[in-house]
T-cell receptor
Framework: AQSVTQLDSQVPVFEEAPVELRCNYSSSVSVYLFWYVQYPNQGLQLLLK??????LVESINGFEAEFNKSQTSFHLRKPSVHISDTAEYFC?????????????FGSGTRLLVRP | DADVTQTPRNRITKTGKRIMLECSQTKGHDRMYWYRQDPGLGLRLIYYSFDVKDINKGEISDGYSVSRQAQAKFSLSLESAIPNQTALYFC??????????????FGEGSRLTVL
């Protein structure tokens, strides 16, 4: 069965510092990969996704993630974080189940940006 | 207005009470889902529906039931609420046409507390 591992439950970082949120998944077949963000008291919003093509994908607010097939990873990075990036981040992988794709989520990483 | 709307947004109830959480969407998607979110566990799938006549159990369906009243409406019921059903519940939609990748579109969540 597919699984997604986010090793860090919480990542504290100072404003303007770089950050990497780690995500590994278990799969031996082609997958679709997603990062969702949940700001305080809000629902989940899609941050970025890898479907095919370039292994480096970017979001509009400066985040990027790289699909690494050999390491089955999809780590999320940002070179300089802002206070407003404080949120919980969920990695997810699409798994083919019952003839359709469904998302399997990691346990989430809470990014806490301090001034 | 939100594309995926959940009501109520917050609810406090007592053990043994029947609770219904409602979800409606204007995205025109055929597929709808109910997830629950618990700290440290990420999101877990409760039920999903691919059309009005299709209902499927997810990984944690015990203690829950659903009804797909129309393409745009999908409700979740707790027939007899218990404290360990205290959680944040999310409704989500996805499209089947245009490429099935599993990408989900979420409502803003319904926070349920069972005393």
């Amino acid at each position: 069965a597919q699984s997604v591992t986010q090793l860090d439950s919480q990542v504290p970082v100072f404003e303007e510092a770089p950050v990497e949120l780690r995500c590994n998944y278990s799969s031996s077949v082609s997958v679709y990969l997603f990062w969702y963000v949940q700001y305080p008291n809000q629902g989940l919003q899609l941050l970025l996704k890898y479907l095919s093509g370039s292994t480096l994908v970017e979001s509009i607010n400066g985040f990027e993630a790289e699909f690494n097939k050999s390491q089955t990873s999809f780590h999320l990075r940002k070179p300089s974080v802002h206070i407003s990036d404080t949120a919980e981040y969920f990695c997810a992988v699409s798994a083919l189940m019952d003839s359709s794709y469904k998302l399997i989520f990691g346990s989430g990483t809470r990014l806490l940006v301090r001034p | 207005d939100a594309d995926v709307t959940q009501t109520p947004r917050n609810r406090i109830t007592k053990t043994g009470k029947r609770i219904m959480l409602e979800c409606s969407q204007t995205k025109g998607h055929d597929r709808m889902y109910w997830y629950r979110q618990d700290p440290g566990l990420g999101l877990r799938l409760i039920y999903y529906s691919f059309d009005v006549k299709d209902i499927n159990k997810g990984e944690i369906s015990d203690g829950y039931s659903v009804s797909r009243q129309a393409q745009a409406k999908f409700s979740l019921s707790l027939e007899s609420a218990i404290p360990n059903q205290t959680a944040l519940y999310f409704c989500a939609t996805s499209e089947a046409t245009g490429g099935d990748t599993g990408e989900l579109f979420f409502g803003e969540g319904s926070r349920l507390t069972v005393l």
